[in-house]
């Protein structure tokens, strides 16, 4: 199983920036995608941004531009640079994986989340 622990949210004002990282661990053949999403009180959660093994990346309209983010595969974790926050970024920020199980077959992990809060 993987074990994702993200770290770095917290309160800002509008207009600054923040870095979130989410290290994975555990015992796992490959890590594949790796993906921040987020959930904001009575909303869905949405993808922010997605990156491949390979470091192809892809991000939701409402970021680009303002986000921006990286991986490091020798340490199993991502960051995302977050710019130039707005208010109607504020919500809890989940780190997400896809890896290869070492007995095969693909699965999934989510972190517990992250708090991002951005006052105007």
């Known amino acids: 199983q993987v074990q994702l622990v993200e770290s770095g949210g917290g309160l800002v004002q509008a207009g600054g920036s923040l870095r979130l990282s989410c290290a994975a661990s555990?015992?796992?053949?490959?890590?594949?995608?790796m993906a921040w999403y987020r959930q904001a009180p009575g909303k869905q959660r949405e993808l922010v941004a997605g990156?491949?093994?390979?470091?192809?990346?892809n991000y939701a309209d409402s970021v680009k531009g303002r986000f921006t983010l990286s991986r490091d595969n020798a340490k199993n974790t991502v960051y995302l640079q977050m710019n130039n926050l707005k208010p109607e970024d504020t919500a809890v920020y989940y780190c997400?994986?896809?890896?290869?199980?070492?007995?095969?077959?693909?699965?999934?992990?989510w972190g517990q989340g992250t708090q991002v809060t951005v006052s105007s």
């Open positions: 555990g015992i796992a053949f490959r890590i594949n995608d």
């Open positions: 990156i491949t093994r390979g470091g192809s990346t």
């Open positions: 997400h994986a896809d890896f290869v199980k070492t007995t095969g077959g693909f699965s999934e992990s």
